[in-house]
Every structure is written in structure tokens, then in C-alpha cells.
């Protein structure tokens, strides 16, 4: 079925229908995924990583209602880009390629590590710009709410730092080439990332490997002095922004 009518013209109820329910899509992916995350290390092998836990006090209900709240607007406005980029592509202004051979398979990956540190970039100066005190209570102040984070946290954000952090899917699907593949694997490593860092447990290895693995590549502990410091850890993947910016804290 398609998005334009005989006229050429869009049908406007389709498009309304499919944002809808790509915004069910976004959100249930969401919820099912942070749920079950909660659910692995805060039940299933609590015993396993209870000293991995970064704080010892129970989340307060009030809290998690307003962080689902938050994140099924940010799932709206999510479904919202991912349709325009859908459009822009119909219209032929993206770079998205559907065939594998179009470009070398070593591409492939080079695009989603490309993608990752252009992305990175572009939310550490955004960061840093909603964290100014003129702006921070007009974008960033609801995500601030939860000090005590949770896996729930992680597309909490007022609906105008939504569209900051989704503005960047078509801005990026134009510039850079990028096969189907590519973008769900980009989209997944958002969702994984984003509630690993906010989920309250630090998940990643120590010992020798985990030390320099969290050198460079965000963690809960990480993020979570953020939410805890303020005006440190602005980074969103990896840590060298910070490090180059001297903002990451010497903890």
C-alpha cells in the first residue's frame, strides 16, 4: 500500500495509521525489552549481581509511572522521524541501500560504527547545550527527575528533547549511506545502550578486559554519575568526548 494517493499527493490517513502504529511498535519493542532486562538482573540472578547494584533503595512507583509516561510520548515522536525518513526515501533524498552488493560488505559495518560516532558527537554538545541553566528546564530537566535511574529512564525526556535526539534519523539517512541492515542494527544498539546505562547495575566485565572496555564505551556507573554529579559524563556510546573535554569525572 502506498503512502501516496492517484494524485500523487500523500495520503494523509495512512501515513496518520502508520505512525500510530509505529509508535505501538517503538514502545511495546521498548517496554518488553527494558521489562525483561529488569527482570533478568533484578530477579532472575539477583544473587549474581547484587553487588553490582548502584543503588540499594527501592523504585518509587510515582517515579516509573512518569518514566513510562514520558517514553510512550517519546515513542510518538520516534514513530513520527522514522516515518519522515520512510517518506524522504520514497521521494529518493536518503542514501539508504537495499542491496547488499551496492557497496562492499566490510561497508556494512564501517557505516554503523561511522553512524554510532557521528551520533555520539552530535548528543555530547546537545547534552551540554540542555545542561546550560536557561535551557536545562525547558528540554532536560524531566530526565534529570530520576536520580535513581531505572531501565525506564532511558527514553524518559521531554517531548522537545525527543525530537533533539530523533531529528538526527533522517539527517544521518540522508548523509550516509546506509543498507536496511544497518539501521536496525543502529536502532537496536540505541535501545541496548540506553537501558544498560540507565538500568542501575553495572553489566559490563571486570578484570583487565572490563577496565579498559569501560575506558571508552559508556556503562551504568558511567551514567549514573551523571544523573548523580550533574556536570559530568555527557557522552552518549563511548567516553572520549569527555575524556578530550575534560568533563568525564575522576571517579
Known sequence: MSVFNDGNHLNIY????????????????????????HL?????????????FLHNKPWKKK?????????MISGFIFALFIMLTFI?????????????????????????????????????WVH????LPKIYKYFHLVHHKSIHTSVFTAFSFHPLETVLQALVIPIL?????LHLYAIIAIITLMTISATINHAG???????????????????????????????????LYFTFWDRWMKTEHQK
Do not use: C
Open 40 to 52: 533478568v538482573f533484578f530477579n532472575w540472578f539477583k544473587t549474581r549481581f547484587v553487588n553490582r
Open 88 to 124: 524522504l526515501n520514497i521521494e529518493g533524498y536518503t542514501a539508504v541501500y537495499t542491496e547488499l552488493d551496492e557497496y562492499p560488505i566490510w561497508y556494512l559495518f564501517v557505516s554503523i560504527i561511522l553512524v554510532l560516532f557521528l551520533q555520539d558527537t552530535y548528543y555530547y
Open 63 to 71: 517515579q516509573l509511572k512518569k518514566e513510562i509516561l514520558w517514553s
Open 173 to 177: 539517512a540522508i548523509l550516509v549511506p
Open 14 to 37: 495512512i501515513v496518520l495509521g502508520s505512525i500510530v502504529l509505529l509508535a505501538i511498535i517503538v514502545f511495546v519493542r521498548y517496554l518488553v525489552f527494558s521489562s525483561l532486562y
Open 201 to 235: 547495575v553495572e553489566v559490563y566485565p571486570s578484570g583487565r578486559f572490563g577496565a579498559w572496555f569501560k575506558k571508552w564505551v559508556i556503562g551504568a556507573t558511567h551514567h549514573d554519575v551523571h544523573h548523580k554529579k550533574f556536570n559530568y559524563n555527557y557522552g
Open 128 to 131: 551540554r547545550w540542555m545542561h
